[in-house]
Nanobody, 124 residues
Framework: QVQLVESGGGLVQAGGSLRLSCAAS????????MGWFRQAPGKEREFVAG????????YYADSVKGRFTISRDNAKNSVYLQMNSLKSDETAVYYC?????????????????WGQGTQVTVSS
């Protein structure tokens, strides 16, 4: 069993930056691929970024490429999402997810564990 706890959300102006963190419990974190998803009000949850268990394979949604960076520190059982040049339509609850696999996925159904989410509000 893995528990995921996100932090780092908050209020930021458009064009600003935030760094989200996700702390995982358990001793097998390094064997999980991880992903970040987000859900805006009235919209479906969508994939943002994913990283393989070793950190060597990374995927991004086209909408965030060049602005967001996903990373992980297996020694700290943590995964991060650095978000730069934020836009107002990126206001959403951001979720961390874990998958019992080498590689991450763009599909929510492929993930086994989810955090409770952290609110990111981008003001225009």
């Amino acid at each position: 069993q893995v528990q995921l706890v996100e932090s780092g959300g908050g209020l930021v102006q458009a064009g600003g930056s935030l760094r989200l963190s996700c702390a995982a419990s358990g001793r097998t974190f390094s064997s999980y691929a991880m992903g970040w998803f987000r859900q805006a009000p009235g919209k479906e949850r969508e994939f943002v970024a994913g990283i393989s268990w070793s950190g060597g394979v990374i995927y991004y949604a086209d909408s965030v490429k060049g602005r967001f960076t996903i990373s992980r520190d297996n020694a700290k059982n943590s995964v991060y999402l650095q978000m730069n040049s934020l836009k107002s339509d990126e206001t959403a609850v951001y979720y961390c997810a874990g998958r019992r696999s080498v590689f991450s996925s763009r599909y929510q159904s492929d993930y086994d564990y989810w955090g409770q989410g952290t609110q990111v509000t981008v003001s225009s």
